[in-house]
């Protein structure tokens, strides 16, 4: 598996953890805690708009052996409350890593359907997973921007299509965002992005987000953002926007950023030296990046993965390179770049790809 995917898992089990450190500790009674009624015939109403063709949810009923929803597949308590705050109807698909910048998304046993707006009764909901099911093209409902106290959404490749809504802006307890892979997402201006000030995970690789002109702009406004992947999003940047960088503050928290499969060009470097402090991978493959690597003003000392295969870079190989001593994953193919890496450098990876080199 490669280190993004890696990164994405461990992003699921300590957000999954953090939620479940919410529901807390059973205590000398709370054997007698049951689901709230009313939120118990929310999830019913909510089952209700779903298709289950593989019985994910048969443990969701009205019989008596089946009340209460706290013991309901995918639904999780407050053993102190009864209140829901976990909703994981994960799908069962999963990302199929090929090489270092290849990923397939595989698996087809899902549920179907639409949402319903009941989930709007569940007040205490903070963690909601319906990634790798089939919505068949349908929009993110806007009620999902309703669910306030949310801090963790996943709708990756769940087939969404159509606006991202602008009230997801309106989560401001969220840390973890993942629209990806829902290929038919388009956004515009990306405003609402800036508004999530606890983010630390977003995924919205595979949207189009041709229009969205100020993406690095929003972006660059949270502070905690610790991971951003906007892979096949059709990005550019504007050619002033370079004018601007001096202005930003360049998401000193960032330490993952996927920006695969765009439409970038060298008018990126100035910004993403600037990150470079923190920064551990940096995918950057199949854009629009020509001509030679300029030097980095400073040291990438964090850095261990680096792609920028398929570009149309050409010259020398930027001596700054030598200096990455972490970095345990280069990738340069499909290039005309020139030069020698000296051999100790090249013993300090454990996974190295390097074509196009005389």
């Not at 999963?94 to 007040?123: C, E, F, W, Y």
């Not at 920006?259 to 950057?284: D, G, K, R």
């Not at 870079?313 to 000296?342: A, C, H, T, W, Y």
Request: one cysteine or more.
């Amino acid at each position: 598996m490669s280190s993004k995917w890696f990164i994405l898992f461990q992003y699921r089990v300590l957000f999954s953890a953090i939620i479940l450190l919410h529901l807390e500790p059973k205590t000398a009674d709370s054997s007698s805690i049951r689901c709230i009624e009313e939120e118990r015939k929310a999830l019913l109403k909510f089952k209700q708009g779903l298709v289950d063709e593989f019985g994910f949810l048969s443990s969701w009923g009205s019989e008596g052996e089946k009340k209460d929803c706290c013991n309901w597949r995918g639904v999780r308590c407050s053993n102190q409350t009864g209140h829901v705050k976990v909703l994981d109807l994960h799908g069962t698909g999963r990302v199929k890593v090929l090489d270092i910048q290849t990923r397939v998304m595989s698996g087809n046993a899902s549920l179907r359907g639409t949402l319903n707006p009941a989930l709007l009764k569940l007040h205490y909901l903070r963690h909601l997973d319906l990634s790798f099911n089939n919505f068949s093209g349908s929009q993110i409902p806007m009620f999902i921007g309703s669910l306030s106290k949310l801090e963790y959404l996943d709708l990756f490749a769940a087939s969404f299509s159509g606006p991202i809504p602008p009230l997801l802006g309106n989560l401001s307890r969220l840390q973890y965002l993942s629209l990806g892979y829902n290929k038919l997402l388009r956004a515009g201006n990306l405003d609402w992005i800036s508004q999530l000030f606890s983010l630390r995970y977003l995924d919205l690789s595979s949207c189009n987000l041709s229009k969205s002109t100020d993406w690095l702009q929003e972006v660059d406004k949270i502070p905690s953002l610790k991971t951003l992947y906007l892979e096949q999003c059709d990005l550019q940047l504007q050619p002033t926007i370079h004018r601007s960088f001096s202005h930003l503050n360049s998401s000193p928290s960032l330490e993952t950023l996927g920006l695969s499969y765009n439409n970038l060009t060298a008018s990126i470097y100035p910004w993403l030296f600037n990150v470079s402090s923190n920064i551990v991978e940096i995918y950057l493959d199949s854009n629009h990046l020509k001509g030679s690597i300029p030097d980095a003003p400073g040291p990438m000392i964090s850095l261990r993965t680096l792609t920028l295969s398929d570009n149309e870079l050409d010259g020398e190989i930027p001596k700054f390179f030598q200096n990455m001593f972490k970095l345990e994953g280069l990738s340069l193919r499909g290039n005309s770049l020139e030069g020698v890496i000296s051999e100790h450098f090249f013993s300090n990876f454990s996974y190295l790809k390097v074509t196009g080199l005389s």
